[in-house]
């Protein structure tokens, strides 16, 4: 079946960076969107972009411009979202969740485990 | 950005009773292909969250046929005929619409 298996916990000091991964088993990409979710602590949950699998295009909500980076490597099925910049606030967890949907819907039907991104001095 | 706003914020449900979350949005969702770009997601304690419907009322697979969404244009709703113990979590819209998609701010269910 269909996993969506995500990289460990990060712990990051301010201003640094993040790239988390995301590789698909049971499945390989083909012309499908990996969107970018992140959760804060008792908060709800937040978009930050997708990036197409198959031909690289991506697009982020405009409050990460300049700050996250989607990219995807097709030789091992894994994408992978990349924030810089660090902040206390960035403090998340972070999910990637396909859209898998057919035709005109757009829906995220399988969803990595998530993983935490600690951002602390 | 399109704003998305739940309502109840928390929602104590006897195990048995329906149950009913409002999804209201400061845009119109109904596209020219008069499909409503509004999904339902379901975030079960310490899990990912989940799809239950989308496209404003199609259930996806392997939800159970007790949640129905309907609305149209700003206004949905997504309700339980009959709750039961594993419906408990946290319930959140979206418009996957317009870039960037929005969520609401999440329902919490809980059993009395």
């Known amino acids: 079946q269909v996993e969506l298996v995500q990289s460990g916990a990060e712990v990051k000091t301010p201003g640094a960076s993040v790239k988390v991964s995301c590789k698909a088993s049971?499945?390989?990409?083909?012309?499908?969107?990996m969107n970018w979710v992140r959760q804060a602590p008792g908060q709800g949950l937040e978009w930050m972009g997708w990036i197409n699998f198959n031909t690289g295009d991506t697009k982020y909500a405009q409050k990460f411009q300049g700050r996250v980076t989607m990219t995807r490597d097709t030789s091992i099925n894994t994408v992978f979202m990349e924030l810089s910049g660090l902040r206390s606030d960035d403090t998340a967890v972070y999910y990637c969740a396909r859209d898998g949907a057919a035709d005109v819907a757009t829906y995220f039907d399988y969803w990595g485990q998530g993983t935490p991104v600690t951002v602390s001095s | 950005d399109i704003v998305m706003t739940q309502s109840p914020l928390f929602l104590p449900v006897t195990p048995g009773e329906p149950a009913s979350i409002s999804c209201r949005s400061n845009q119109s969702l109904l596209y020219s292909n008069g499909y409503n770009y509004l999904d339902w997601y379901l975030q079960k304690p310490g899990q990912s969250p989940q799809i239950l419907i989308y496209?404003?009322?199609n259930r996806a697979s392997g939800v159970p046929d007790r949640f129905s969404g309907s609305g149209s244009g700003t206004d949905f709703t997504l309700k339980i005929s009959r709750v039961e113990a594993e419906d408990v979590g946290v319930y959140y819209c979206?418009?996957?619409?317009?870039?960037?998609?929005?969520f609401g701010q999440g329902t919490k269910l809980e059993i009395k």
């Open positions: 049971g499945y390989t990409f083909t012309d499908d969107y």
């Open positions: 979206i418009q996957p619409l317009q870039i960037p998609y929005t």
């Open positions: 496209l404003g009322s």
